[in-house]
Nanobody, 123 residues
Framework: QVQLVESGGGLVQPGGSLRLSCVAS????????MGWYRQAPGKQRELVAR???????NYTDSVKDRCTISRDNAGSTAYLQMNSLKPEDTAVYFCNADIYQKDGACYRFRTVWGQGTQVTVSE
């Protein structure tokens, strides 16, 4: 079993900051990339930011100058620092990871998701 557990969401005023965390645990051989997605009510889930093992990052345009994604040295925890938050950032934020699991003599690739953490930006 593999788990991604997000934390750090909450209610914040416009212009405020939040730092989301995502901890991966379980039967994982390696984590190739981790990302944050969000889904607002009535909208499709969208990529917010993603970081690969190489350190390469990519961001959606609407957060590019306001958010920073990072991972800890062990590579099993991802962070999303969000600054200058706007009401339109309100959504459920989901952590995502591309992993390899050892399956006998083989390695199986999977994409796993966390349960999500609510971020609400409001006065």
């Amino acid at each position: 079993q593999v788990q991604l557990v997000e934390s750090g969401g909450g209610l914040v005023q416009p212009g405020g900051s939040l730092r989301l965390s995502c901890v991966a645990s379980g039967s994982i051989f390696s984590i190739e990339a981790m990302g944050w997605y969000r889904q607002a009510p009535g909208k499709q889930r969208e990529l917010v930011a993603r970081i690969r093992n190489s350190g390469e990052t990519n961001y959606t345009d609407s957060v590019k100058d306001r958010c920073t994604i990072s991972r800890d040295n062990a590579g099993s925890t991802a962070y999303l620092q969000m600054n200058s938050l706007k009401p339109e950032d309100t959504a459920v934020y989901f952590c995502n990871a591309d992993i390899y699991q050892k399956d006998g003599a083989c390695y199986r690739f999977r994409t796993v998701w966390g349960q999500g953490t609510q971020v609400t930006v409001s006065e």
